[in-house]
């Protein structure tokens, strides 16, 4: 079993949809959730952190089920700004845990 | 300023022949990472030290071997290329040891083994 699973899309939207995307972790003693985004053939960067109570950036709402070992990434109103991978971060320990991303692309 | 500098940026180079990707921070954090992400876009984690210290070593073959001069440093030596090895290397720094979860990347490394 992946320690981080997530649906690899690829997620084809249009712009101004609104678009979901769920993540499972494994290991139930993980600490820390995050989201990073990753551009084609660039680097990962942090896009928001994951906090028990949910929490809002924007057009971006991240929400985490404990019990459940859930994460998910809601976009509103999408942007073609927003096409990337997106990728689901667990800490565990001293390590961040990465699942292999959800491609999203917005399309005008 | 690139707050986490790799070089080379691209390298090709043949089976059997040793190679190295250097990486230097100038964010003054404590903890620096070598990840390595292959062609099905997987990121993992090979080795983390913290000022100076050895504090991840996953299951990588030894013929990796990661060295930290002082903490604003962290190369990556590889014996033996073989074609498997070929992915994009990430080195990544971080205050704390993991504690606030934000990595600060490097742009990558794209070896090609041929």
């Known amino acids: 079993r992946k320690e981080v699973e997530q649906d690899p899309g690829p997620f084809n939207v249009p712009e101004g949809a609104t678009v979901a995307f769920n993540c499972t972790y494994s290991?139930?003693?993980?600490?820390?959730f995050f989201w990073y985004r990753q551009d084609c053939r660039k680097e990962p960067k942090l896009l928001m952190s994951?906090?028990?109570s949910g929490n809002e950036d924007g057009r971006f709402t991240a929400q985490l089920n404990r019990a459940s070992q859930y994460i998910s990434l809601l976009i509103r109103d999408s942007k073609l700004s927003d096409s990337a991978t997106y990728l689901c971060?667990?800490?565990?320990?001293?390590?961040?845990?990465f699942g292999k991303g959800t491609t999203l692309s917005v399309s005008s | 300023d690139t707050a986490v500098s790799q070089t080379p940026k691209y390298l090709v180079t043949q089976m059997g022949n040793d190679k190295s990707i250097k990486c230097e921070q100038n964010?003054?954090?404590?903890?620096m990472y070598w990840y390595k992400q292959d062609s099905k876009k997987f990121l993992k984690i090979m080795f983390s030290?913290?000022?100076?210290?050895?504090?991840i070593n996953e299951t990588v073959p030894n013929r990796f071997s990661p060295k930290s001069p002082d903490k604003a440093h962290l190369n990556l030596h590889i014996n033996s290329l073989e074609l498997g090895d070929s992915a994009v290397y990430f080195c990544?720094?971080?205050?704390?040891?993991?504690?606030?979860?934000?990595?600060?990347f490097g742009e990558g490394s794209r070896l090609t083994v041929l």
């Open positions: 964010l003054g954090h404590d903890t």
């Open positions: 994951v906090y028990s």
């Open positions: 290991n139930s003693a993980s600490q820390s």
């Open positions: 990544a720094s971080s205050q704390g040891a993991m504690r606030t979860g934000e990595l600060f």
């Open positions: 030290y913290n000022n100076k210290e050895l504090i």
């Open positions: 971060v667990v800490r565990a320990g001293t390590a961040l845990i």
